[in-house]
C-alpha cells in the first residue's frame, strides 16, 4: 500500500501541475474537441472537479460508512450539465484547487482501517475503500496523458510529413 500522505500530496499537486503546462496554450487549443465524442482540455479539467466529490470522495466516505452498494457515476453527465469551454483555465484550475484541498484533507484523514472496508459495484465485483484511495492518482496521471496527447496532436500540422511520419511511426 502506498503512504496516504504521498497520495494526498500526489493529488494536491495537479492544480499546479496542469497550471505549468496549460498557461501559455492558446484558448483554442483548450477549446477543441480532438475527435467526436471526446473531450476538450478544459472539459476534461471539468471532469477532474466533478470527480473529485462524486467519483472518489463521496465514494470512499460511502465505502468507510458501511454502504453496501457503490453509487455509479456518470462522467458524461457531468461534462453535460455546464458549457466548460464558456469557462477560462483561470476558473477551472481554481475550482480544482478548492476541490483538491478538500480532498487532499479527506484521504489525509483516513486510516488502515477505513481503506480495508468493501462495497460492491455491480458487476465489476468487491472494492476497497483503498483501491479508489489507490485509483485516484492513477486516474489524474490517465487525464494527464490524455491533455498532453492532445497538446502533442496540436503541433503535428505544422510539421513536415517525413517528421510526423518519423514520430508517429512505431519503427524503432
Known sequence: MKDLQEIAATIGSLPVVLQALLEPVDQSCLTIRPE????????????????????????????????????????????????????????????????????VRFVSGLDEADLSKTASYGVHGTFTAGDFVHEWPFHDQDHIQQILDILKANYLPHMSSTMRRALTSHDE
Do not use: C, M, N, Y
Open 36 to 103: 467526436p465524442g471526446e473531450w476538450s482540455i478544459l472539459e476534461v479539467i471539468g471532469h477532474l472537479v466533478a470527480t473529485d466529490s462524486g467519483g472518489f470522495r463521496d465514494r470512499i466516505q460511502a465505502i468507510v460508512h458501511g454502504q453496501p452498494e457503490i453509487a455509479a457515476f456518470d462522467p458524461w453527465e457531468a461534462i453535460d450539465a455546464r458549457d466548460h469551454v464558456a469557462l477560462s483555465l483561470t476558473d477551472l484550475l481554481k475550482e480544482l484547487t478548492q476541490e483538491r484541498a478538500t480532498s
